[in-house]
Structure formats: C-alpha cells, structure tokens
C-alpha cells in the first residue's frame, strides 16, 4: 500500500508541480486549503484572474480533492514509514529543483501536503468503489438481458401455439374442408374426428381418449388408394383429460389419393411403418 501511495504522490507532485513551466501552478495546492501568506495569494490570485486555464483545472481539481477529506478525518495520519519515505522523496526533488517554491520547511512536510496524500488515497479507493460498482451494474444489465431474452422466446412461443390454433379453427370451420370420422376398434374407445381441408391442411381431434402411457404415443397413418405401404405421418398425445387436437400441414398425400386415415400406437418418436393394429379407422373417399 506504501509504495502504491507513493508512486501515485510522486506522479502527481512531480508530473503536475515540478515539471510544470507556470510558476502559479505549484501553489494551487495549498492555496486550495488556505495555506499560502497574504502576497503569495494576492499574486496568485491576479494570475488566476489572467486567465490561466491550466491553474483554474488545478484549483478546481484541488478543491475537489480537499473537499473530500472531510470523510477521512479519523484515518488521514500516514504511516511512520511513509512519512520517511515522502520526506526524502520530497527532499530530493527540492534539492533537484532550484525554481521550487518553500512547499517545505525546515518544519518538515506541510499538513496540506499529508491532505493531499490522503485525497489521494482516497481517490484511489473512491476508483476502486467505482470499478466494483460498474463491475455490479455489467453483471445487473446481462442478467436483464437474459430475462428478457426469455420473455420474448415465450411470446414468439405464444405467438406460434397461437397461429397454429388459428390454422386448425380455419380448417376446422371451413366449409371446404372434409369431415372423417374415425371409428375404433375397441368399442369402449371414442370416436376421433379429422377435417381435411384441400388446401390447408389436415386435423384431427380426440375427446377422453385413454393415455397410451409414458413410452408410447398415437401415430396418423396416410392409407394409399393405389394399395402401397400406409404413409407414416405426424404423432400426437392426448392432455390430462384425453383431449388432442393436432394438426399436419402438409400432409404426405392428396385426400383423392387417400383411400383412409388409421391411428395406432407407436414407441416414443414414431415409426417409419407401423408396428401395431390400427385402433381407429376413417374412410376418406
Ligand atoms: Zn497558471
């Protein structure tokens, strides 16, 4: 912390003060703490009053930094070993520097300058309050980010069950669509019914229809007229309650080529052909 302290006492005494050519600018310190006798602040004050950019963002600077103290009253008094160091850096930079002002006295270190130390140790704490701050705030935004990727990939998901409802009661209502009942083979089942729409596309819907169970599902089933192989189709479950209602776009072949749809039941993901007996029936044309 030491060497940290004085490294950053020695940039800005030595970058902002010594090397400066504006003889003015090394007062700004202790004028901004009222520190400098009755000539030294009438000259400086004439100076400032010319006009002189750079003593002006010096003074501000200072007050700012001074300002600050009032919060580190308890903690301002450096170290034994600091002040040892401070006292001969600032030593060899005023036997170094034949323009410096008396900043040191025979006294030793002016009570300004240890304020100035300690405005900047404060500074330093008050950036690294900042960076954790801002570090929070990143984390904040990307996590708000996340949300409300989240929130839109649930309305495009609302979005999309909404159009395909929209799709189905279309075929469903439309008076170009064909109605198939599809008629069990186990008479306690209920009836399925299907709406084929020319254009649209083909529903089918079941009502308390029994739950295949968790490792099986409900296959559609295109029956060809010319007698080829049934023409697999899409997959469905029935809800809680046994009701379904499941849609196929574009199905694998035109109702007049359709001589009937079967339903049967399939392992998890479907079949390219079917493995059991159909349970349901409907003759299309
Ligand atoms: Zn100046």
């Not at 940290?4 to 504006?22: C, E, P, R, Y």
Request: net charge negative; glycine share 8%.
């Amino acid at each position: 912390m030491d060497s940290q302290w004085l490294a950053a006492f020695k940039g800005k005494f030595t970058g902002n003060i010594v090397n400066s050519n504006d003889q003015f600018r090394e007062l700004i310190e202790a004028y901004a703490i009222g520190s400098l006798d009755a000539p030294e602040r009438a000259q400086l004050e004439a100076h400032l009053a010319s006009g002189c950019d750079d003593c002006e963002k010096a003074l501000q600077e200072a007050r700012w930094l001074v300002s600050q103290l009032a919060y580190l009253a308890p903690n301002a008094e450096p170290s034994d070993m600091l002040k040892g160091r401070l006292l001969q850096t600032v030593r060899a930079e005023a036997a170094g520097s034949a323009a410096r002002r008396q900043v040191v006295g025979g006294a030793g270190i002016p009570s300004w300058l240890w304020a100035g130390v300690a405005a900047l140790l404060l500074f330093s704490l008050y950036s690294a309050w900042i960076a954790h701050k801002m570090h929070d705030e990143v984390a904040y935004l990307q996590q708000q980010a996340k949300i409300e990727q989240a929130e839109r990939e649930r309305l495009e998901a609302e979005l999309g069950a909404a159009k395909t409802q929209a799709h189905e009661a279309m075929i469903w209502s439309d008076p170009k669509s064909k109605k198939i009942m599809l008629r069990p083979k186990d008479p306690k089942m209920p009836d399925l019914e299907a709406m084929w729409h020319p254009d649209m596309g083909l529903v089918v819907r079941g009502w308390k229809v029994p739950s295949p169970g968790e490792k099986r599902m409900l296959q559609l089933w295109l029956i060809p007229k010319a007698g080829g192989k049934p023409m697999p189709s899409m997959t469905l479950w029935p809800d809680a309650n046994g009701k379904f209602s499941a849609m196929v776009e574009n199905p694998p072949d035109t109702m007049s080529d359709t001589q009937a749809l079967a339903i049967t039941e399939e392992p998890i993901g479907g079949s390219p052909q079917p493995t059991s007996a159909p349970m349901w029936v409907g003759g299309v044309s």
